[in-house]
């Protein structure tokens, strides 16, 4: 009996919430929004990734079939033959994403946005304004996510980032769970090391060896052990899962680019020549117009193209000094292009890697370089970005690269629901920012 009253909880700390972060993640995102623009595929088993010939994204009800992500859609049609694919329609998914971010952002400013479905946001020192506590403030949170979006979110609360990402990942989906600091041992005492967002099966492995077989397991080592053991990463894991925050929320656009690349996967695979460069420009293209879009130039560029049986060949080439123009990089990137194509090959992706980006404006001409021709390259570049930010974009493009616009009758190049019902006086390339809902009215007629 005397053993039972000595014996206490093995806390990790006493206080509740000296810090208040909150996870955002939206189950099963892609489906989610296709069943918010259309009310009649809520609760059915749905699939995204038409054009691709594999499952993107499955709703719940799919999952619960059997359906994975990754998963070839004539296998998950023979597993669930009422399945209805669609093809991605990543316009609404990112219009969807952007409502999401602005909701969060009027209960507080500090939000970072994780990922196009994921979000953290600082809670700390709110209980005031709301007159409410930090759980029930998360809980508004999600009640106006799934009033003002029709889509279901889970919620986690905690103390650091680490712990609120695995909070809400305990219980989705339309999950809410709030972990406080003296609540850590009791919710962390069975919780799988793999359930922790850097530590992967090879880590698990590591610390099994070592007799750590949970995460409290982890975290009741002394932090040395952490750092020995696992370095730099290991010992920032054992601070935020002990409620110690280590990585700070990035509320800040990202304006820093190391590099910026693009990929492109053909519809069909091909093997026909002047088709995979037309491809492999557009993705040059496409680079190009983020980079004068953050207003960066680069000197590198690396041309890969992607086999059907997902072996590649790649090569890298260089100017001579910084641009952004896209008519300097396309000598270059045709020179690269018959380097990597292969004759007689079927290829299934391409790609352009842009690197040693700097700021535009950055000067590394040398003597010999004609600045006449540089300037007027460089003018007509932004000519096109503006012609392309009115008409769409891609409408002004090179000729190398005009071939991608004549698709084939195959089922890969089906087009999204938003891009065949079209507003007055839109185009394919360009569309009001709305998702262009499927309404019943009274009559239960659909419009």
Same mark, same amino acid.
């Not at 690269?336 to 391409?350: N, Q, T």
């Given at each position: 009996?005397?053993?039972?009253?000595?014996?206490?909880?093995?806390?990790?700390?006493?206080?509740?919430?000296?810090?208040?972060?909150?996870?955002?993640?939206?189950?099963?995102?892609?489906?989610?929004?296709?069943?918010?623009?259309?009310?009649?595929?809520?609760?059915?088993?749905?699939?995204?990734?038409?054009?691709?010939?594999?499952?993107?994204?499955?709703?719940?009800?799919?999952?619960?079939?059997?359906?994975?992500?990754?998963?070839?859609?004539?296998?998950?049609?023979?597993?669930?033959?009422?399945?209805?694919?669609?093809?991605?329609?990543?316009?609404?998914?990112?219009?969807?994403?952007?409502?999401?971010?602005?909701?969060?952002?009027?209960?507080?400013?500090?939000?970072?946005?994780?990922?196009?479905?994921?979000?953290?946001?600082?809670?700390?020192?709110?209980?005031?304004?709301?007159?409410?506590?930090?759980?029930?403030?998360?809980?508004?949170?999600?009640?106006?996510?799934?009033?003002?979006?029709?889509?279901?979110?889970?919620?986690?609360?905690?103390?650091?980032?680490?712990?609120?990402?695995?909070?809400?990942?305990?219980?989705? %989906?339309?999950?809410?769970?709030?972990?406080?600091?003296?609540?850590?041992?009791?919710?962390?005492?069975?919780?799988?090391?793999?359930?922790?967002? *850097?530590?992967?099966?090879?880590?698990?492995?590591?610390?099994?060896?070592?007799?750590?077989?949970?995460?409290?397991?982890?975290?009741?080592?002394?932090?040395?052990?952490?750092?020995?053991?696992?370095?730099?990463?290991?010992?920032?894991?054992?601070?935020?899962?002990? *409620?110690?925050?280590?990585?700070?929320?990035?509320?800040?656009?990202?304006?820093?680019?190391?590099?910026?690349?693009?990929?492109?996967?053909?519809? %069909?695979?091909?093997?026909?020549?002047?088709?995979?460069?037309?491809?492999?420009?557009?993705?040059?293209?496409?680079?190009?117009?983020?980079?004068?879009?953050?207003?960066?130039?680069?000197?590198?560029?690396?041309?890969?193209?992607?086999?059907?049986?997902?072996?590649?060949?790649?090569?890298?080439?260089?100017?001579?000094?910084?641009?952004?123009?896209?008519?300097?990089?396309?000598?270059?990137?045709?020179?690269?292009?018959?380097?990597?194509?292969?004759?007689?090959?079927?290829?299934?992706?391409?790609?352009?890697?842009?690197?040693?980006?700097?700021?535009?404006?950055?000067?590394?001409?040398?003597?010999?370089?004609?600045?006449?021709?540089?300037?007027?390259?460089?003018?007509?570049?932004?000519?096109?970005?503006?012609?392309?930010?009115?008409?769409?974009?891609?409408?002004?493009?090179?000729?190398?690269?005009?071939?991608?616009?004549?698709?084939?009758?195959?089922?890969?190049?089906?087009?999204?629901?938003?891009?065949?019902?079209?507003?007055?006086?839109?185009?394919?390339?360009?569309?009001?920012?709305?998702?262009?809902?499927?309404?019943?009215?009274?009559?239960?007629?659909?419009?």
């Amino acid at each position: 009996m005397s053993a039972n009253i000595n014996k206490t909880p093995d806390f990790v700390m006493l206080s509740s919430y000296p810090i208040a972060i909150a996870h955002i993640d939206c189950d099963a995102f892609f489906t989610s929004c296709e069943s918010a623009r259309d009310p009649k595929l809520k609760n059915l088993p749905i699939v995204t990734g038409k054009e691709r010939g594999i499952v993107s994204c499955p709703s719940y009800e799919a999952k619960a079939r059997g359906i994975k992500r990754g998963m070839r859609l004539t296998e998950a049609g023979k597993i669930c033959p009422e399945l209805i694919v669609l093809p991605s329609d990543y316009e609404l998914y990112s219009i969807y994403s952007s409502r999401m971010f602005t909701i969060i952002r009027r209960f507080t400013p500090d939000v970072e946005e994780y990922s196009i479905d994921e979000a953290f946001c600082d809670l700390t020192g709110l209980r005031r304004l709301y007159r409410a506590s930090y759980p029930a403030i998360a809980r508004r949170i999600k009640e106006a996510m799934e009033e003002d979006l029709g889509i279901t979110v889970s919620v986690g609360v905690s103390l650091s980032k680490t712990l609120a990402k695995l909070a809400s990942k305990t219980d989705k %989906p339309d999950g809410f769970t709030c972990i406080p600091g003296y609540k850590l041992h009791e919710f962390l005492k069975d919780m799988p090391l793999e359930k922790v967002c *850097g530590f992967g099966p090879n880590t698990a492995a590591l610390l099994n060896k070592s007799g750590v077989r949970t995460v409290l397991d982890y975290i009741k080592k002394p932090q040395d052990f952490a750092q020995k053991l696992l370095g730099k990463i290991g010992r920032e894991l054992w601070c935020e899962l002990r *409620g110690m925050p280590v990585y700070r929320l990035v509320t800040e656009a990202k304006e820093r680019y190391l590099t910026i690349s693009k990929t492109k996967t053909f519809s %069909p695979a091909s093997d026909n020549k002047e088709f995979v460069k037309g491809q492999l420009m557009r993705n040059m293209e496409s680079a190009f117009i983020k980079l004068r879009r953050h207003n960066l130039s680069a000197r590198n560029l690396t041309a890969y193209l992607r086999r059907t049986d997902f072996s590649h060949c790649a090569m890298e080439g260089r100017l001579t000094r910084h641009s952004s123009s896209t008519l300097d990089f396309t000598q270059l990137c045709s020179r690269l292009f018959e380097h990597v194509f292969e004759d007689g090959a079927a290829y299934r992706s391409s790609g352009v890697i842009l690197s040693d980006i700097m700021d535009e404006g950055a000067d590394s001409r040398d003597l010999f370089e004609d600045p006449v021709r540089i300037e007027n390259l460089k003018n007509i570049s932004i000519a096109i970005d503006k012609v392309n930010s009115y008409y769409g974009k891609h409408t002004l493009h090179l000729a190398s690269s005009n071939i991608v616009n004549e698709k084939g009758n195959h089922p890969r190049n089906c087009l999204a629901w938003r891009k065949q019902n079209l507003l007055k006086g839109e185009s394919f390339r360009q569309r009001l920012n709305i998702p262009l809902l499927k309404m019943r009215n009274l009559g239960n007629q659909g419009t």
